[in-house]
């Protein structure tokens, strides 16, 4: 009973997000507009051309070079920093609260205002970098969290159980890359075939929507499921009986440890897949699709890794920090990705940290790039 209603909140939610996100597309030009700019990935005294959406490879000669930001300064705080304190909040009173009632709703409703309120923090940190909101509202990105959601019970979920059906928790987690990550990109892909959200900056937008929305609806099953005793057990057997201590201690782990995977995850693939595809056309797809592949390789290494160690406390104690290692790892290839669109009036707002890198080089003769305040657009590669 409890699956099919959780198919049908699932298809409820996929179908009516789905539509408003395609509804409440983006229709804005491009910001800023194309022309040639300082080139903030070198220290030289040259410009790089930015096509209104994205920095290309095409670099040509000039007369100043790019203020690239400072370390430890930059467009750090802001209001991001709200929604995270607003969510150690939540947690402190709903833990509290659970545990003089042991009632498992509270639990799952705090997970979910929890989980909600990261998620925002995290967004509003990366919006106030890339400045989002010149391509992307934010109803936009609800929108396609809530479909993301739906996506969740209806597609992940059921894949997730299928796999184990057939191979047990070792074929689950080693597939659990391929099952989850197809979720997540389900939405984001299908708005882009749709023809929009194509802007590199909108994709990186939806791409963490999309990680949000599944990281909400799981955190939030989650509850439900260490709490009854029912969730997966990594090393075989049966589940360890819940206490309140360890319902709680696992749902804070799972919302700053885990379920950040989720949105680093697909925002990764994302902004690989939206680049190639923006810059290269279809000659982009098999840098697109390695970028997702690769995403899809770790995050099954990730899960694997909680069947390792079994019977072993300080391996599995190891492996544990290990995982809240690579959450910063991850983190650092989102941002080496995702920087790679920082707008031009955001170079030397930002810390160095978010400047664009790596942008690639393809020289222009100085007497046939335009001049310096020509607002003429690139021809489209591809």
Not at 17 to 39: I, Q, T
Not at 205 to 226: C, K
Not at 294 to 300: K, R
């Amino acid at each position: 009973m409890m699956v099919l209603l959780l198919n049908v909140l699932g298809a409820v939610l996929l179908a009516a997000g789905f539509y408003a996100a395609w509804r409440l597309a983006p229709r804005r030009p491009d910001a800023p507009p194309a022309r040639w700019y300082p080139d903030p990935a070198s220290k030289a005294a040259r410009r790089r051309f930015w096509d209104g959406q994205a920095w290309t490879a095409r670099v040509t000669a000039g007369t100043e070079a790019a203020n690239r930001g400072h370390h430890f300064r930059g467009r750090f705080w802001g209001q991001w920093v709200w929604p995270l304190v607003g969510a150690g909040v939540v947690l402190l009173a709903g833990t509290t609260l659970y545990r003089s009632t042991e009632n498992v709703h509270v639990i799952a409703v705090t997970s979910f205002l929890a989980m909600a309120l990261v998620c925002w923090a995290f967004y509003g940190f990366v919006a106030r970098q890339l400045a989002l909101p010149e391509v992307i509202g934010l109803g936009q990105i609800v929108a396609v969290a809530v479909a993301s959601a739906g996506a969740t019970f209806l597609v992940g979920l059921n894949l997730n159980d299928l796999t184990g059906s057939i191979g047990g928790i070792s074929l689950a987690t080693a597939l659990v890359g391929l099952t989850e990550e197809t979720s997540k990109l389900l939405v984001p892909i299908a708005l882009f075939l749709l023809g929009t959200y194509r802007n590199p900056r909108a994709g990186v937008a939806i791409g963490l929507a999309s990680g949000f929305g599944f990281a909400i609806a799981e955190t939030t099953l989650y509850a439900y499921q260490t709490a009854a005793a029912s969730g997966p057990a990594f090393c075989g057997g049966e589940t360890p009986a819940a206490t309140t201590a360890s319902v709680i201690a696992a749902q804070v782990a799972r919302i700053f440890g885990v379920s950040p995977f989720h949105w680093l995850f697909t925002g990764i693939a994302v902004a690989i897949a939206w680049r190639a595809w923006h810059l290269y056309g279809r000659k982009g797809t098999p840098a697109a699709l390695g970028g997702i592949l690769l995403v899809m390789v770790v995050h099954s290494l990730n899960d694997t890794s909680a069947t390792l160690g079994c019977g072993e406390p300080t391996v599995q104690s190891l492996l544990a920090m290990l995982r809240y290692v690579l959450v910063i790892v991850m983190y650092l290839v989102f941002k080496a990705w995702a920087r790679k669109h920082t707008p031009p009036q955001m170079i030397g707002a930002v810390s160095t940290g978010w400047t664009p890198k790596h942008l690639g080089e393809q020289s222009v003769p100085a007497d046939e790039a335009p001049a310096e305040d020509s607002p003429a657009r690139e021809p489209a590669d591809g």
